[in-house]
């Protein structure tokens, strides 16, 4: 079917005249039918507004960019002038703001077709979402980007938008076994995206080729597709256990552990980074940053419909609130101090690989597990992968994270493809 | 009249139970009834809306909070959950999105009265406002702030939002000769506030009166208003002539001369910075940034509605979708080395004094005057103020600019207070 094509094999076949758009769209909507009720990966799907797009695809002249034809999934707390935007909360459910995000008008000016939207976490926060994990439905998919985790692990769309304040990327990406791209800080537009914390949020991919990646952010970005840069052939890469490795289960323990001898014996210089105290300090300080912004972010449906909000996002609120405008000064201080510090180490390496998530996704519907390994280097805001490399004892997926040096997206985009081929490749 | 109370004085008095909020509410409404035909300073007002919430305040049990009472204006780009949020366009004219946006939820739950919305640029860009100036109908109140600086300055509200991409919040500060303040890039939350330019984007406050940005920032800060700081009594201060220093005129030469000379008097220790070469390149950066940007921010409106934006946004538009994305990150890497060196630099001294605007307020209604002398600040980061300090050849306000250190801002308000104090007290 042609849904299990990704998204780059999609717009290449589509280009070369060998699949149509409403093929391609059909069959991801017929994915969708027969899953959506276990999954519940979408709050909003139309398929007759989607089939309309890939049907203007086809009878189009000429191909209208580079990513003609294809079918994408957005997060629902971005803005689609033809769909609503729920944001996970009964305070916007079925909402039309009037205008496409910034990241979704410039897809579909790439010839993009919007499938729907994924479910989100309420306001990209912690309440648990509708959405189950598609590789065991008792499982959490992960959030916030829950939908968009689960619809392109399930087949159901080739890739999808997903935000990131702490793990909200890559959780849902390592948890269904699908690849989470995070880039640097402020890489992709954000107008439209509705916020939570606005010195961390960061949009990005979730996709199952790696190759997508570069596609897709060449579209947003208004720049070339380049995947014939040289090889990496001997990249530098340190193992980084970090401060919360006493936290990590065996099956991560055993995925960066496989990932470093994988990687030494094919070629790579393998380092070992111990990160200095200071570090230990960035996940409270991304704690208390993240709710202090969050608060003043979600002030008017704080002080208007409180009544609407889950008690898990009241909490955060209220938290965020209590900050002195001091301990929160202080924070912002730490990721500063950090972001230099780590400048300065990334001269010794390309690539840093250290724990995605603590493990596999917890069988457990009622949270969205834990955040804190990626959270950690949000707050630095260098870009970073999810790459699902492991399999777990539970045989449910498990992921290694990569993280590049601060505007070096390019980079980790080579080195990380480098590292899915040595350890993923048949 | 009432509306001839610093926002500050406001606050107090009707705290004190001298004044109620109708009475102040009623003044700003009947100086706008009587000059708004020739000021043109608002897009939406709705006296019976301003005077019932000036009534809750005035009959509620306690006071509700530090600004309790006081009239604001909110720019027009900014989202009001009771008011139209038009955005200067005809896209948007009359539409309601539903929400406040944080800065307007936290004033009101700090008490403040949001009076209505004030003229912005279209998309807070270059297109000439509707609004006057003031001082001379003639001029332009500059932009993209225009109504903000032209109803602060005439007496219509005590104080109002502003935001600056390159210098739309001070050159209607100075060409309207009140009070303008820039805080530090990312320190008032965004959510709400329709982009220009994410890296650039800044929101501030206009008010007549100092004091007014110390109690405003501490209610969007949620910190305590400290007004009892030490007095400073020898600030070290930098004038800085800057590369553009040939395309300023005799009235800002002036301003500058004078301040130099008076500060020195009054004991401050003055120094002359010149700046490195490596500034020369911020100017031509940041319009590389800020068109960029822009147009990826305005995509939906170009690829759906481009027959309703104005040529002049057209042109800005189209050159930002022309830049390579190499150019745009070479842009954004002049930024970070020159915030780079700025920062060393103010080892030496406590703020830096250079030229606002090149002069007047220009007598055309068609442009709004020259931001670059901003506009390079503005790419900085750093928190800034404008300070109409002078008058020029036409008897129109003349203002200086002073700049603080990134994250430095209630040292900047002390300086800055102190600087006014000298060259403006009778």
Redo the contacts between chains.
């Keep these: 079917m042609l849904n299990e094509l990704s998204f780059f094999e999609a717009a290449q076949s589509i280009k070369n005249g060998d699949i149509t758009s409403q093929r391609l769209t059909r069959d991801c909507l017929d994915r969708i039918e027969a899953r959506e009720k276990k999954v519940k990966a979408w709050s909003f799907i139309d398929p007759e507004l989607a089939l309309r797009q890939a049907q203007a695809c086809d009878e189009a002249d000429s191909i209208k960019g580079i990513l003609h034809g294809v079918p994408f999934g957005v997060k629902d707390i971005i803005a689609t ?1 033809d769909m609503p935007t729920g944001m996970g909360s009964p305070i916007y459910e079925g ?1 039309y ?6 990241c ?3 897809l ?2 790439s010839g993009a077709v919007i499938l729907g939207k994924t479910v989100t976490v309420e306001f990209a926060g912690m309440a648990p979402p509708p959405t189950a994990n598609p590789h065991n439905l008792e499982c959490t998919p992960g959030g916030s980007s829950s939908g968009s985790g689960a619809a392109v692990a399930d087949l159901m769309v080739p890739a999808a938008f997903g935000t990131q304040t702490a793990g909200s990327i890559h959780r849902p990406a390592a948890y269904c076994g699908v690849i989470g791209y995070k880039p640097t800080f ?1 890489t992709f ?4 995206v ?2 939570a914390a ?2 961390l949020d960061t949009l990005g991919l979730i996709v199952r080729s790696i190759d997508d990646i570069e596609l897709i952010s060449a579209a947003l ?3 070339p597709v380049n995947l014939d840069r040289p090889q990496i052939l001997k990249p530098r890469i340190a193992i980084c256990k970090t401060p919360l490795w006493n936290i990590v289960k065996p099956e991560t323990e055993e995925a960066i552990k496989i990932a470093q001898e994988t990687l030494e014996d094919k070629g790579a210089e393998i380092t070992e980074l111990a990160l200095p105290r200071k570090f230990e300090e960035l996940v409270p300080a991304r704690d208390i940053i993240s709710s202090y ?1 969050r608060a ?9 419909h409180r009544e609407l909000l889950s008690p898990q996002l009241s909490k955060a609120i209220a938290k965020g ?1 209590g ?4 301990e929160y ?1 202080d924070a912002l201080k730490v990721g500063e101090d950090c972001r230099k510090i780590l400048s300065n180490l990334f001269e010794e390496f390309d690539a840093i690989i250290t724990p995605c998530t603590a493990g596999e996704a917890p069988p457990d519907r009622n949270s969205t597990g834990d955040h804190s390994h990626i959270g950690m280097w949000n707050l630095l805001h260098v870009p970073s992968y999810a790459l699902p490399t492991y399999r777990g004892p539970d045989n449910m997926p498990v992921s290694i994270q990569i993280i590049g040096r601060h ?1 070096k997206d390019n980079k980790l985009f080579d080195v990380a493809k480098w590292v899915l081929e040595q350890l993923v490749s048949p």
């Design positions: 002038f909402k703001f009037g205008y496409d995000a910034a979704v008008a410039l579909r000016a402020d537009n954000l107008h439209g509705w916020p606005q010195s970005l208004g720049r912004e003043r972010a979600t002030s008017y449906e704080w002080f208007n609130f900050w002195e405008y001091e000064s505007g």
